[in-house]
């Protein structure tokens, strides 16, 4: 099965932004729902949220919550070094290499649980639902975590020759079969794309929570240069959509095809 957590861009009327909506597109990745649509067709779910990160982000942990953001402290926050920063579960800047801040304001305690209420742990279940259901039906589940990546990410392929088109995480291996992240490697770099693998993404909180390899469950993101299908300044698609979304349907029904070869094999080990 699939997920896209970042590619909502249904904006709460209570989002309450002071800054312009046009600097919170920027944090979308656009289009990767459209991206992946032919999964389900071959057989593959795929979740999409519709609520965009810049509002409540489903790949942060859910106490990862900045306490420069709030009006007063909250008891269950974990701020991590991300949140910290700004960019935690509420984003309060717009990004790290531009921290203009999001709101003239500090959130409520009432705020910050509306959202993890409303959008956080309503995807949460879902996507668990999704990934349990898959498991009870085949003895395995393998899971692909999308994403987008914008054109300076700087990313170099694994071969150190050429920026990286795409990069694939598993946290170092923690969260997927070895021959599952080599075999979305080979597939796309047969495609021509250039690959990367744990550098610099390895995977964040749901392959994280998501990916547990020894009890056959596996969860592998996936990064896609925006520049293979977009014009990061307008935001409209480029000619080459086309052929990436063309080459996403085929990455998913080669991944289908190892999974139905390895699954039983992974499961007797």
């Known amino acids: ?26 944090t979308e990745d656009s289009y990767v729902d459209e991206i992946f649509a032919a999964a389900p067709a071959l ?5 999409c949220a519709q609520f965009p990160r810049c509002y409540i982000d489903a790949n942060r942990a859910e106490d990862d919550i900045d306490p420069k953001l709030l009006d007063r402290p909250m008891p269950h926050a974990r701020p991590t070094a991300r949140s910290q920063m700004g960019v ?8 790290q290499s531009d921290p203009r801040p999001i709101y003239d304001r500090r959130l409520t305690a009432r705020e910050v649980e509306g959202r993890i209420a409303r959008c956080y742990r309503p995807y949460h279940a879902a996507l668990k639902a999704l990934l349990d259901a898959t498991f009870e039906d085949f003895g395995a589940v393998f899971h692909l975590n999308c994403h987008s990546m914008p054109g300076n990410s700087g990313t170099w392929s694994a071969d150190g020759k050429g920026l990286a088109d795409m990069v694939l995480g598993d946290r170092d291996g923690s969260t997927c079969d070895a021959g599952f992240t080599a075999h979305a490697r080979a597939s796309l770099e047969a495609m021509g794309y250039r690959v990367a693998v744990n550098n610099p993404y390895k995977g964040v909180e749901i392959i994280r929570r998501y990916g547990r390899p020894r009890k056959n469950r596996h969860s592998l993101q996936l990064e896609i240069h925006r520049g293979l299908y977009m014009d990061e300044a307008s935001r409209l698609k480029t000619p080459g959509f086309a052929k990436l979304q063309k080459d996403m349907g085929q990455l998913v029904s080669q991944l289908i095809d190892y999974t139905r070869k390895n699954s039983l094999d992974l499961a007797a080990d």
């Open 88 to 95: 935690g579960l509420i984003r309060r800047i717009y990004k």
């Open 43 to 47: 057989g593959a779910p795929l979740l």
């Open 1 to 26: 099965m699939l997920d896209s957590p970042h590619s909502g861009s249904r904006y709460p009327e209570d989002f309450g932004h002071a800054c312009p909506q046009d600097w919170l597109r920027a």
